[in-house]
């Protein structure tokens, strides 16, 4: 299923244009191996701990078309085991610049990783990333978009994660990037509590199982405050304000301390495509019941938009206050202050943070449970997509809907989570990117609402609504506002997988963007248990 392409390609339209239909094939082939490893379950509810892992990924590159310069990438994967091929881990993953002078080079898309144990320390592993992004060099540096890497390498199991090297190959299809070069990995394991598809908790049920974590997700919105002196990559002064939105994961570890991932994309300023992925650890302090103060420090990948972020590496560090409005609903204020290190940008940051507060199950490996020993929880029915979309011109008057390729569809690639608070309507996220269409670089981030009304036996109809960030690519965005409206039909291929088609407009309000958007999912339906 895998072909390793460690040995230099050779940059021709053939080869370029059989890559992408490579490319296009694993992603099926994927897709298909996740749908049919769920088909062998038992039909009695019996949930076990399934591993997961978080891989952290560093590389350099070498862009052999830009006189050899290099580029150094952190990657992040999260992969799921499959129970009936255990050697198999599939999920998602992202790619970013760090090092080097590509600040705003991301990617995301579908990973996947096979390994084989030596023994209970070493392990040989092998695997492929298909996405899509870019960023920080136009299409004349990463074409459409598409990105393929292939690794080989090794692991060594140790009592606070996986440390490993080997080689990666890593291919722009249709733009200017291939490069072969080692990398080194650490991967942090956790087990984890999710019901094949949509479950109802039995008549039946007790409050058995006490062990649990917290975490908190939160819908953000940052204001950056730029002070004089703060230039563009292009060496002009920096507009003095961007707004971003954004969501944010925290898993609270202990009494004092809490894990943190956020992401945000820029929709107000002069900063369309501007985005940034920060992992950080924080500490707090209990003020009564409903109070508490947070103090937390992050890192990660940032740019795009002409902010000159330099590599890419952003820290931030913040304070803030947290008041309980419900027993579940929090609101936070944060302040802060963000810096790109080794380059020119800077900002104060304000935040406004909607917390959503929830427990889980917590369980070690190879423990197994009763769904009727979770009573103390209730069952949220989640889906995850694996999108993808065209865009395809819709004019507007006197208006440019792309400012160079005005002629090209635009192909995307990403995922899509929809959470359901009642059987028919749900909330939902997208991040996607592009692929195909002389875009590479786009990317947007889009929350909203959903409805889902089924008829006759396995159909539904579907509708959402979304609004969020987007830049990026050259698609004439403004100040990177954009709404989504999407509507189609889906159809239970099995009880955990949905395939939907759907017709959509995508705009933006203060830009000449507007296009038709195609879109074809499937998606993988699951519980979660909250309380």
Same mark, same amino acid.
């Given at each position: 299923?895998? =072909?390793?392409?460690?040995?230099?390609?050779?940059?021709?339209?053939?080869?370029?244009?059989? #890559?992408?239909?490579?490319?296009?094939?694993?992603?099926?082939?994927?897709?298909?191996?996740?749908?049919?490893?769920?088909?062998?379950?038992?039909?009695?509810?019996?949930?076990?701990?399934?591993?997961?892992?978080?891989?952290?990924?560093?590389?350099?590159?070498?862009?052999?078309?830009?006189?050899?310069?290099?580029? %150094?990438?952190?990657?992040?994967?999260?992969?799921?085991? /499959? +129970?009936?091929?255990?050697?198999?881990?599939?999920?998602?993953?992202?790619?970013?610049?760090?090092?080097?002078?590509?600040?705003?080079?991301?990617?995301? *898309?579908?990973?996947?990783?096979?390994?084989?144990?030596? +023994?209970?320390?070493?392990?040989?592993?092998?695997?492929?990333?298909? %996405?899509?992004?870019?960023?920080?060099?136009?299409?004349?540096?990463?074409?459409?978009?598409?990105?393929?890497?292939?690794?080989?390498?090794?692991?060594?199991?140790?009592?606070?994660?996986?440390?490993?090297?080997?080689?990666?190959?890593?291919?722009?299809?249709?733009?200017? =990037?291939?490069?072969?070069?080692?990398?080194?990995?650490?991967?942090?394991?956790?087990?984890?509590?999710?019901?094949?598809?949509? /479950?109802?908790?039995?008549?039946?049920?007790?409050?058995?199982?006490?062990?649990?974590?917290?975490?908190?997700?939160? /819908?953000?919105?940052?204001?950056?405050?730029?002070?004089?002196?703060?230039?563009?990559?292009?060496?002009?002064?920096?507009?003095?304000?961007?707004?971003?939105?954004?969501?944010?994961?925290?898993?609270?570890?202990?009494?004092?301390?809490? #894990?943190?991932?956020?992401?945000?994309?820029?929709?107000?300023?002069?900063?369309?495509?501007?985005?940034?992925?920060? /992992?950080?650890?924080?500490?707090?302090?209990?003020? %009564?019941?409903?109070?508490?103060?947070?103090?937390?420090? $992050?890192?990660?990948?940032?740019?795009?938009?002409?902010?000159?972020?330099?590599?890419?590496?952003?820290?931030?560090?913040?304070?803030?206050?947290?008041?309980?409005?419900?027993?579940?609903?929090?609101?936070?204020?944060?302040? !802060?202050?963000?810096?790109?290190?080794?380059?020119?940008?800077?900002?104060?940051?304000?935040?406004?943070?909607?917390?959503?507060?929830?427990?889980?199950?917590?369980?070690?490996?190879?423990? $197994?449970?009763?769904?009727?020993?979770?009573?103390?929880?209730?069952?949220?029915?989640?889906?995850?997509?694996?999108?993808?979309?065209?865009?395809?011109?819709?004019?507007?008057?006197?208006?440019?809907?792309?400012?160079?390729?005005? +002629?090209?569809?635009?192909?995307?690639? !990403?995922?899509?989570?929809?959470?359901?608070?009642?059987?028919?309507?749900?909330?939902?996220?997208?991040?996607?990117?592009?692929?195909? *269409?002389?875009?590479? *670089?786009?990317?947007?981030?889009?929350?909203?609402?959903?409805?889902?009304?089924?008829?006759?036996?396995?159909?539904?109809?579907?509708?959402?609504?979304?609004?969020?960030?987007?830049?990026?690519?050259?698609?004439?965005?403004?100040?990177?506002?954009?709404?989504?409206?999407?509507?189609?039909?889906?159809?239970?291929?099995?009880?955990?997988?949905?395939?939907?088609?759907?017709? !959509?407009?995508?705009?933006?309000?203060? %830009?000449?963007?507007?296009?038709? =958007?195609?879109?074809?999912?499937?998606?993988?339906?699951?519980?979660?248990?909250?309380?």
């Amino acid at each position: 299923m895998m =072909v390793f392409h460690l040995e230099l390609l050779e940059e021709n339209t053939n080869k370029k244009k059989m #890559l992408c239909f490579a490319a296009m094939k694993v992603l099926a082939a994927i897709t298909l191996i996740f749908f049919f490893s769920t088909q062998t379950r038992a039909e009695e509810v019996s949930l076990s701990a399934q591993e997961a892992t978080f891989a952290f990924i560093f590389e350099t590159l070498t862009l052999k078309e830009f006189d050899d310069e290099k580029m %150094g990438l952190l990657g992040g994967n999260l992969l799921f085991s /499959l +129970d009936a091929v255990p050697w198999l881990s599939l999920g998602a993953g992202a790619y970013g610049s760090v090092v080097g002078e590509r600040g705003g080079f991301i990617t995301l *898309g579908f990973a996947s990783d096979a390994k084989y144990e030596f +023994d209970e320390d070493f392990s040989a592993h092998a695997g492929l990333f298909v %996405g899509a992004g870019g960023g920080h060099g136009g299409y004349q540096l990463q074409g459409g978009g598409l990105m393929l890497r292939e690794h080989l390498g090794l692991s060594w199991r140790g009592s606070a994660g996986d440390l490993g090297l080997g080689l990666s190959r890593i291919d722009f299809p249709n733009g200017h =990037v291939a490069s072969t070069q080692a990398y080194a990995s650490y991967v942090y394991r956790f087990q984890s509590l999710i019901g094949d598809e949509w /479950l109802d908790m039995p008549k039946e049920a007790t409050h058995a199982w006490e062990s649990k974590n917290e975490n908190q997700f939160a /819908l953000t919105y940052q204001a950056y405050d730029v002070p004089q002196g703060v230039r563009t990559s292009s060496g002009s002064a920096q507009y003095p304000s961007l707004g971003l939105v954004g969501v944010e994961w925290q898993q609270t570890l202990n009494t004092a301390t809490f #894990l943190s991932m956020a992401s945000a994309g820029a929709m107000q300023g002069r900063s369309n495509g501007y985005m940034q992925i920060l /992992l950080g650890a924080g500490v707090y302090q209990n003020i %009564g019941d409903n109070f508490k103060l947070k103090a937390l420090l $992050s890192a990660g990948v940032a740019g795009g938009g002409n902010v000159d972020t330099g590599g890419g590496l952003l820290t931030k560090v913040a304070v803030g206050a947290q008041a309980m409005l419900t027993d579940d609903v929090a609101l936070e204020l944060e302040a !802060g202050w963000v810096d790109s290190v080794i380059a020119n940008f800077k900002a104060k940051s304000y935040s406004l943070k909607i917390y959503q507060t929830f427990h889980t199950p917590k369980v070690g490996r190879g423990e $197994s449970l009763s769904l009727s020993a979770l009573g103390a929880y209730d069952v949220e029915h989640m889906r995850v997509r694996m999108v993808h979309q065209t865009y395809a011109e819709l004019p507007k008057t006197n208006a440019v809907w792309r400012v160079h390729h005005a +002629d090209r569809d635009v192909n995307l690639l !990403g995922f899509q989570n929809d959470f359901f608070f009642t059987d028919h309507w749900f909330v939902t996220g997208q991040g996607i990117a592009a692929y195909e *269409g002389q875009a590479g *670089g786009y990317m947007t981030g889009l929350l909203g609402l959903g409805g889902r009304y089924p008829f006759m036996q396995k159909w539904a109809a579907e509708g959402e609504l979304l609004v969020g960030a987007a830049g990026g690519g050259g698609l004439a965005v403004g100040g990177g506002l954009v709404w989504q409206v999407n509507a189609g039909l889906s159809y239970a291929v099995s009880k955990d997988y949905d395939m939907l088609l759907q017709l !959509g407009r995508i705009d933006a309000p203060k %830009g000449g963007f507007a296009a038709h =958007v195609f879109s074809v999912s499937m998606a993988h339906k699951f519980s979660l248990f909250m309380q």
